[in-house]
């Protein structure tokens, strides 16, 4: 699991970043300095979008739990959702739209609706 990186991640970033270009949505930038590390901001939007790994945020199309240590990895999944809200909370308080897409919706190109119409 150390092995995992949380920039650069082919399954998600790098597929949404093709999305992104493939649709012509410009005015996107990465590692912008914002509340919650979101992977894409368009700033002038005020949009943040997180490409989230299902396993990591606890999607439901991922019901399992690691044998070893399950009860690190509960808790450890726990607490990434609680954070993911806060900072939702968070964002929405400051006037941003927020958008997490899991790596799953990704994989399928299948988009939320909200999001392109919000891009678009």
């Keep these: 699991m150390r092995a995992v990186k949380s920039r650069g991640n082919k399954s998600t970033e790098i597929r949404m970043l093709e999305f992104f270009r493939t649709k012509k949505f410009l005015g996107w930038r990465r590692n912008y300095p914002v509340f919650g590390k979101p992977d894409f901001v368009f700033p002038k939007k005020r949009i943040a979008v ?26 450890k999944i726990r607490k990434n959702k609680k954070r993911d809200r806060e900072v939702k909370k968070h964002l929405s308080e400051k006037g941003w739209r927020v958008f997490r897409v899991f790596e799953c919706r990704i994989k399928k190109s299948r988009y939320p609706t909200a999001l392109i119409k919000a891009l678009g």
């Design 50 to 75: 997180f490409a989230d790994g299902c396993f990591w945020h606890g999607h439901c199309c991922r019901n399992i739990t690691p044998k070893n240590n399950s009860e690190y990895w509960r808790e």
